[in-house]
């Protein structure tokens, strides 16, 4: 089991289509594949355009703004979580018209759906990517 201080383990989830995601998410950075001919964005990442299904693929940075699609509130840990429950993990959508899950830092009883998220430019201790609430936005404040 985990103490939830050493590293995540994101050697599991690269591949090589989808290592500069993860390469970039460890960099602060968030990154997504898009189709070099129609301008598409898609996620998770994979060899061939979701698209049009040709090979020619590249990687845009965006801005990390999004909604709360979908969450859960776990309150039992999974590994890495342990002593941080509870935690909240999330289906995030995103303005480039894709869906991706997260994880959300915030307190429970102030997530709900709809509201607005940005990436918090680190990962949680699972290695996934760590949204928090974008506050700057009307009625995203905590209740």
């Known amino acids: 089991m985990s ?3 050493s590293a995540p383990a994101l050697a599991a989830k ?20 898009a189709c070099s001919a129609t301008g598409r ?3 998770p990442p994979r060899p061939v355009s979701f698209a049009n299904g040709s090979r020619t693929l590249d990687w845009r940075e965006i801005g990390g703004n999004g909604r709360i699609y979908a969450f859960t509130i776990n309150r039992r840990p999974a ?15 995103l303005p480039e018209r ?24 680190k990962l949680s201790p699972t290695g ?13 404040e905590a209740r």
């Open 98 to 121: 894709i869906r991706i899950m997260a994880n959300i830092e915030a307190r429970p009883e102030s997530v709900r759906i709809g509201a607005a998220v940005r990436f918090a430019r």
């Open 3 to 5: 103490d939830g201080t």
């Open 14 to 33: 690269a591949s090589d289509f989808g290592r500069p995601y993860w390469d970039a998410l460890r960099a602060g950075r968030l990154t997504m594949q």
């Open 41 to 43: 964005f898609q996620h």
């Open 128 to 140: 996934d990517p760590l949204f928090e609430l974008d506050k700057a936005v009307p009625g995203t």
């Open 79 to 93: 590994p890495g979580f342990e002593g941080r429950t509870p935690y909240i993990v999330a289906v995030i959508e």
